[in-house]
């Protein structure tokens, strides 16, 4: 079973308007962190936000927030006015806590793509 | 940020050569690197971690005979694609994690590396 679903394979929005990425994710540990990273074309992986499972208030960085409804199993990220350089694939990505190496499981991302 | 170095950032290669992939975390020290393959419009694939001192751990399917990892020192991890042939070509990337304690322990990327097998 996919651990973390982005249903969206494509998104367009206009420059300076807000856009939201849905991602859900499927766990049965009650600890877990969930991730958004986002890859320009030149392949780089940039961290972008984070938010625990146990924290009570969504995550927040910069013009970054993640929408994290817990009970709905899903962290969706939100970008307020987008930019041009906004345009990137996105993924959202969960770290369970059992097991030493903690790895992060990755969704299928999601290619934002901005409008002038 | 920590800073972690790929090299090469790309190469080219015959069939049935040898290609070895570095990864380096430049200011910092990471017990434990990640291997990840990624095809074009697809996502992060974790091939293995790597622990240093120790052997990798290699995810279900991959091969690791055919994917050598060696991580020989808290600064470096490599891995060598082994007798490679065109549908090995792809785009890895390593990542070394910081260590702290808790889940949100962050993981640094290297910029990846491009390979394709002629």
């Known amino acids: 079973a996919q651990k973390i679903t982005q249903t969206q394979p494509g998104m367009f929005v206009q420059e300076k308007e807000a856009v939201t990425l849905d991602c859900t994710y499927d766990t049965s540990d009650p600890s877990y962190g969930l991730f958004w990273y986002k890859q320009p074309s030149s392949g780089e992986m940039i961290f972008l936000i984070y938010?625990?499972?146990?924290?009570?208030q969504n995550a927040t960085e910069g013009r970054y927030s993640l929408n994290f409804q817990k009970a709905r199993k899903s962290a969706n990220l939100v970008i307020s006015a987008s930019q041009l350089g906004d345009s990137a694939m996105y993924f959202c990505?969960?770290?369970?806590?059992?097991?030493?190496?903690?790895?992060?499981?990755f969704g299928s991302g999601t290619q934002l793509t901005v409008l002038p | 940020g920590a800073v972690v170095s790929q090299h090469p950032s790309w190469v080219i290669c015959k069939s049935g050569t040898s290609v070895k992939i570095e990864c380096r975390s430049l200011?910092?020290?990471?017990?434990?690197m990640f291997w990840y393959r990624q095809f074009p419009k697809q996502s992060l694939m974790l091939m293995a971690t790597s622990n240093e001192g120790s052997k990798a751990t290699y995810e279900q399917g991959v091969e690791k005979d055919k994917f050598l990892i060696n991580h020989a020192s808290l600064t470096l991890s490599t891995l060598t694609v082994t007798s490679a042939h065109p549908e090995d070509s792809s785009f890895y990337i390593c990542?070394?994690?910081?260590?702290?304690?808790?889940?949100?322990?962050?993981?640094?990327f290297g910029p990846g590396t491009r390979l394709l097998v002629l």
């Open positions: 990505a969960m770290r369970e806590a059992p097991g030493s190496a903690r790895q992060l499981t």
């Open positions: 938010q625990g499972s146990y924290d009570q």
């Open positions: 200011d910092f020290q990471a017990t434990t």
């Open positions: 990542s070394a994690r910081v260590e702290t304690s808790g889940l949100q322990e962050t993981q640094y």
